[in-house]
């Protein structure tokens, strides 16, 4: 079992960064792919990008390539999304998920994650 909390978000003017960490619980931690997702409201969930195990391997959707990044610390349990050059459309609750490391997940299959967080809500002033 791996538990995930978020935390990070809030109200940022556009044009500005914040970064969203990633707290997981378990000992497996090291072993599994970690992807970013976020929901708007009255839209599905999407894909914002993931990265391996090792950390050596990142995938992001279009929207957010070049302006946001996947990090992740295996030895704190943590992985981070920084985000840069925020936009209004960027508004949405975000949420870190888990799942083992595979083309599926690296790509965003979402059935493909097994574990979520409760996500966190980031709010981008025009």
């Known amino acids: 079992q791996v538990q995930l909390v978020e935390s990070g978000g809030g109200l940022v003017q556009g044009g500005g960064s914040l970064r969203l960490s990633c707290a997981a619980s378990g000992r497996t931690f090291s072993s599994y792919a970690m992807g970013w997702f976020r929901q708007a409201p009255g839209k599905e969930r999407e894909f914002v990008g993931a990265i391996s195990w090792s950390g050596g391997n990142t995938y992001y959707a279009d929207s957010v390539k070049g302006r946001f990044t996947i990090s992740r610390d295996n030895a704190k349990n943590t992985v981070y999304l920084q985000m840069n050059s925020l936009k209004p459309e960027d508004t949405a609750v975000y949420y870190c998920?888990?799942?083992?490391?595979?083309?599926?997940?690296?790509?965003?299959?979402?059935?493909?994650?097994?574990?979520w967080g409760q996500g966190t809500q980031v709010t981008v002033s025009s």
């Open positions: 998920a888990a799942g083992f490391d595979s083309i599926a997940t690296m790509t965003g299959l979402q059935y493909e994650y097994d574990y």
